[in-house]
């Protein structure tokens, strides 16, 4: 087997195996598409280094395994995208040789590392395991469809709901802030303009920002909620319900025909919310980090359950 750098005459046969593999939640990783069209240009677009941060295994010229880096160094930081491996007799040890050989090609800066296989994805888990990665709290990823599309939703009596102005974003910030302290998103690139869009609640009364939320147009007219935030004095008064249906409500008139998001597994709040409003679980993503973490980490099950006590 052979580990080579990803060029663009190996990217259509590197997507289709991780098309393949995404389609199964024993191998499906977070931040990357279900469909080779949008995994190709994905891939291609990894930051900073597109497919040079992409290597490839191969073995009797076929591809056989595939590991993307995405990194920053402000935090040093790297995101891997997979591994993905299949059509080998030790997947185990090809997922190493991708890691190994991508890890040699990090900047010697970028210290803080980050998996996000589904929970299923037993390869991933037990590369993490070998290489001291920890189990953090998993994220169930939500959907739901936005077609047939639905009533627009009722005006809530307390709040206008309208796209961030200007002379809200120093308050936006600071509820984007204090709610998701250490978030990669920082408060002044939570509004994108068309890549995300920020809708804001503001109060009848005193015209004061009770809450945010923030959606994104994806490839394949995928719709996404990435942040929502409600300042806690304006809690349990339907104004997150209101800022979701609205959410929606502009996703569909965008053409996206489902929404998605991610909400901590323990978030009890956020999960009856999007429950009442039509959302279900697809799957859990469990990050696991090395270098930082930014939660406890989680007590792992035993993926290999103890043997019976032998009887009397
Ligand atoms: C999750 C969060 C946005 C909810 O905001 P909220 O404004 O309290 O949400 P709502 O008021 O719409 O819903 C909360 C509960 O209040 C109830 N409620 C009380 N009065 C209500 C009213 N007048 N109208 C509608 N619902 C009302 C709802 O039934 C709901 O209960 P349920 O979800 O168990 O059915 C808020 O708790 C928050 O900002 N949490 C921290 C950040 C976070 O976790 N974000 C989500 C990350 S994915």
């Not at 990217?11 to 990783?29: C, G, M």
């Not at 010229?61 to 880096?69: C, S």
């Not at 809690?235 to 053409?255: E, P, Q, T």
């Amino acid at each position: 087997m052979e580990v080579t750098v990803a060029t663009a005459a190996t990217l259509e046969a590197l997507a289709a195996l991780v098309a393949a593999q995404q389609a199964d939640p024993r191998s499906h990783i977070g931040y990357l598409g279900d469909d080779a069209t949008s995994i190709a240009a994905d891939l291609a677009g990894l930051e900073p280094d597109g497919l040079d941060g992409v290597l490839v295994a191969q073995a009797a010229d076929r591809v056989v395994g595939v590991l993307g880096a995405e990194y920053d160094t402000d935090p040093p930081r790297v995101w891997w995208h997979g591994p993905f491996v299949a059509g080998v007799d030790d997947p185990g040890e090809a997922a190493d040789a991708l890691y190994g050989a991508a890890r040699q090609r990090l900047p010697g800066v970028v210290r803080e590392e980050e998996l996000a296989p589904d929970d299923r994805n037993q390869l991933v888990a037990e590369l993490a395991r070998r290489h001291g990665f920890v189990a953090e709290e998993a994220s169930a990823v939500l959907t739901r469809p936005l077609w047939p599309t639905t009533d627009p939703p009722a005006d809530h009596p307390e709040v206008a709901i309208a796209p961030l102005a200007a002379g809200h974003r120093r308050e936006v910030a600071t509820l984007h802030d204090t709610t998701f302290p250490g978030t990669h998103t920082v408060s002044d690139r939570l509004d994108l303009g068309e890549e995300r869009r920020v809708l804001v609640a503001t109060s009848h009364d005193a015209g004061v920002v009770c809450g945010y939320v923030a959606v994104e147009v994806q490839a394949n007219q995928a719709g996404y909620i990435d942040y929502l935030a409600v300042a806690e004095q304006h809690r349990g008064r339907g104004i997150g319900g209101a800022l979701v249906s609205v959410a929606c409500a502009s996703l569909a008139a965008a053409g996206c025909g489902s929404a998605t998001l991610t909400v901590r597994e323990s978030n009890g709040a956020a999960r009856a919310l999007y429950s009442r409003l039509g959302f279900r679980e697809v799957r859990l993503l469990r990050p696991w980090r090395r270098g930082f973490r930014l939660n406890d980490p989680v007590a792992e099950a035993d993926p290999v359950p103890p043997a019976e006590p032998a009887g009397p």
